[in-house]
C-alpha cells in the first residue's frame, strides 16, 4: 500500500523565484526510513533536502544532499520554517524549535523574513594548505578550520571570490571539499562576500549557505567589530543575509523565501 508525502521547493533567502537557493522540504505524517530519504534527496538533487514530521513541541528534522545525510542546513531550515508558517501548520507568531543532528535551532517570522538562531562555529586558524591555489583558484591572505570540515578562506578582495573556478575533484582530492572563501564586500549593501564550495558532499558549489554564516559571523564580527552584519554571497544565482552575533555562541540568521512548486509524492 502506497503513502503520500508533501514534498516543497522553496527558494531561500531571497524573495524571487529562482534565485537564492533551492531547498526541498518533505513533510510526512508517518515515520520514513534513512533510506527513502535519501532516495528523495537524490531524486530532487538539490543542495539539500529537509524531512520533518510535524507534531507537538520540538520537531525533528534532518538534511540529506543528493548523496549524504549533513548534520545542519541554514537555506533548508529557512524552506522549513518558511512552509511551516505559509501553510498554516505553525500559527504566525510561534516560534518554532527544530532538533538536527547539528544542534538545537529556533526559528521565527518576523517583518517579512524568517529569523533562525544557530550555534555559533569555532575557528581555529591553520596554514594555508599547499594545494589550496591550485585546487581552489586563489592564495588566500590566511585559513581557518571550523567544525563540520569547513575551511574559512580569506581572499584579498571580492572580485577575486567573483572570478573562482575552482577544480573540485581536486579539491575532494587534496582534501579541501567543504570550503567557503570570502573578501571585504564592494557592494554597499554588504559588508562582506562569500561563496561556498562543498564537493566532498556531492554540492560543487552551493548557491546561499545559512550554515557557513556560523562561521562567517563570529569571524567578520571578529575583523570588523560588527555583530550585526550583510552578506552577500555570489554565486551564480546569488543571495543575501542579515546575521547578528548573540553572545559567544549564537548566530542569528534572516532572510526571505518563496515556494516555487508543492507535490504530492507516493510511496511504498
Known sequence: MKSSLRLFQVDAFTSEPFRGNPAGVCISEEPIGESM?????????????????PGSGIIPIRYFTP????????????STAHILY?????????TITFSAKGGMLRAGREGGKIWMDFP???LEQMDIPKEFAGAVGLLPLETWRSSHDWILALATDAQSVRKLNPDFAAMVRYGLGHVMVTAPSDDPEADFVVRCFAPSVGIPEDPVTGSAHCALTPYWTGRTGKTEL???????RQGRLSVRMKGH????IHGKAVTVFKIEMMVP
Do not use: K
Open 37 to 53: 530519504m535519501q532516495q528523495i534527496a537524490n531524486e530532487m538533487n538539490l543542495s539539500e533536502t529537509a524531512f520533518i514530521q
Open 67 to 78: 548523496v549524504t545525510e549533513v548534520p545542519l542546513c541554514g537555506h533548508a531550515t529557512l
Open 86 to 94: 505559509e501553510s498554516g501548520m505553525i500559527p504566525a507568531g510561534q
Open 120 to 122: 555559533s562555529y569555532p
Open 230 to 236: 550583510r552578506s552577500f554571497q555570489v554565486s551564480r
Open 249 to 252: 555562541d549564537r548566530v542569528e
